[in-house]
C-alpha cells in the first residue's frame, strides 16, 4: 500500500481511538446531570436544563463514540455466512457495504453541514423553556459523522489492501 494510504489509516484510527476513548467519560457527564435532575427536583425547584442536557449529553456520546465502535467492530454484523468466508471474500464484500457506509454518512454529512449553518445563520434555539442554542450539539452531531465517514476510508484502504494481498496490521494508534 502507498504509504500515504497507511499513513491516512494509521491517523485516523488514532484519531478515532482517543475521541472514543474521551467520549466514554461522556457517561459521567450524563449520570451527573440525571443526578443533579433527580436531587433538584426532590429538595430544591425542578431545573429547566436537565432534561435537554441529558439528551445532548448522550447525543454527544453516541455520535462521537461511533466512529471507535465501528473500528473496534462492537457494532452488530449478520454474519451467518461472512464468518466463514475468506478474507479475500469477507474484503470484497465489505469494499461494497463500506462504499454504501461512504455515501450514507456523506448525505448525512452534507445535510448536517447544511442545517449547522443555518442554525449559526439565524442563531436557532431549542423551542423547550430553557433555550439553548442549537448551534454546538449540531457542530459535534457534524464532527461525529466525519470521523465516521473518515473510519468508513480506512476500513475501504484497509479492504482494498486484503484485496491486493498486504493487509494492514493493525495499529494501537
Given at each position: 500500500m502507498p504509504p500515504l494510504a497507511l499513513g491516512f489509516v494509521r491517523v485516523v484510527e488514532g484519531v478515532?481511538?482517543?475521541?472514543?476513548?474521551?467520549?466514554l467519560y461522556?457517561?459521567?457527564?450524563?449520570?451527573?446531570?440525571?443526578?443533579?435532575?433527580?436531587?433538584?427536583?426532590?429538595?430544591?425547584?425542578?431545573?429547566?436544563?436537565?432534561?435537554?442536557?441529558?439528551?445532548?449529553?448522550?447525543?454527544?456520546?453516541?455520535?462521537?463514540?461511533?466512529?471507535?465502535?465501528?473500528?473496534?467492530g462492537a457494532h452488530v454484523r449478520m454474519d451467518l455466512l461472512y464468518s466463514r468466508w475468506s478474507a479475500?471474500?469477507?474484503?470484497?464484500?465489505?469494499?461494497?457495504?463500506?462504499?454504501?457506509?461512504?455515501?450514507?454518512?456523506?448525505?448525512?454529512?452534507w445535510g448536517g453541514i447544511e442545517s449547522t449553518i443555518y442554525a449559526?445563520?439565524?442563531?436557532?434555539?431549542s423551542r423547550t423553556v430553557w433555550r439553548p442554542y442549537m448551534a454546538p450539539i449540531k457542530i459535534v452531531i457534524c464532527l461525529g459523522t466525519l470521523l465516521m465517514?473518515?473510519?468508513?476510508?480506512?476500513?475501504?484502504?484497509?479492504?482494498?489492501?486484503?484485496?491486493?494481498?498486504t493487509p494492514i496490521p493493525e495499529g494501537h494508534g
Open positions: 478515532n481511538r482517543r475521541i472514543g476513548r474521551m467520549a461522556l457517561l459521567f457527564v450524563l449520570a451527573g446531570v440525571l443526578a443533579w435532575s433527580v436531587i433538584a427536583k426532590a429538595f430544591f425547584r425542578p431545573a429547566l436544563w436537565t432534561q435537554e442536557m441529558a439528551q445532548f449529553t448522550m447525543i454527544a456520546y453516541v455520535v462521537l463514540g461511533g466512529a471507535y465502535s465501528l473500528m473496534m479475500r471474500t469477507r474484503a470484497a464484500v465489505d469494499c461494497v457495504t463500506v462504499f454504501a457506509l461512504i455515501v450514507f454518512l456523506g448525505v448525512i454529512l449559526l445563520e439565524i442563531g436557532e434555539r465517514l473518515l473510519q468508513s476510508l480506512a476500513f475501504l484502504i484497509r479492504d482494498i489492501a486484503i484485496l491486493r494481498g
